[in-house]
C-alpha cells in the first residue's frame, strides 16, 4: 500500500527543500504524495461530468434556497421594525402597541417576559412555558424570537442575545 503511494522500495520519499518548494509554487504542482502519480492515475480520480453536474446542480439549488430564506428573513425584520414604529403606548400605564389605557374597567394589563412592558389581552401573546402559570409576550417579542429561531446566523443570535438582555436590564428598571 505505501509503496503504491511513495513509490518503490529503491524509490525513498524525501522532503523538499525550499529552493524545491519555491519552484513548486511557481509551476502550481504543490507539494503532495500525489505529485509523483502518473496522468492515468489522475484522470482515473477526476469526476466525472454527468457527477459534476449534479454537484453543480445542488450548490445552485442551496445557493436558490438561500436566497429564499434571505427574503424570508428579511421580511421578519421589516415586520418586526413596522411594529416597533407603530407602537404608540408607554408600556406603563398604556399598553405598549396599541395605546389602551389600563384601568378597573379596561383590559387587564400583561406583564411581557422579555422586555417587562405591559401590553393589553389583545396585544399580547401567551405562550407555553415550563412553569403552571401562563407566561406572555408581547407582539414585538414575540416576532423577535421567531427572527431569531429563524434565522441561520450566529451572529443574529449574539445580537438577539444582547438585545434581550437589554431587555432584562430594562425590566429590572421598570419593574422594580
Known sequence: MTDAMF?????HWVCPNDRQLALRAKLHTGWSIHTF??????KAQTLEKRELDLIMSVIHR????????????GRLVERLENMRRSAVGNGLSQCLLCGEVFGLLSS???LCLDCCMKVCTKCGIETA???K??????????ERREKASASPSS????????????GVCECVCVCV
Open 155 to 166: 451572529l443574529w443570535r449574539n445580537e438577539i442575545a444582547a438585545s434581550l438582555l437589554i
Open 108 to 110: 387587564p394589563s400583561i
Open 7 to 11: 513509490g518503490s522500495e529503491n524509490e
Open 37 to 42: 502519480q502518473s496522468e492515468r492515475q489522475r
Open 129 to 131: 412555558g415550563s412553569q
Open 133 to 142: 402559570r401562563a407566561q406572555w409576550l408581547c407582539k414585538i417579542c414575540s
Open 62 to 73: 442551496a445557493e436558490q434556497l438561500e436566497i429564499i430564506e434571505q427574503h424570508r428573513i
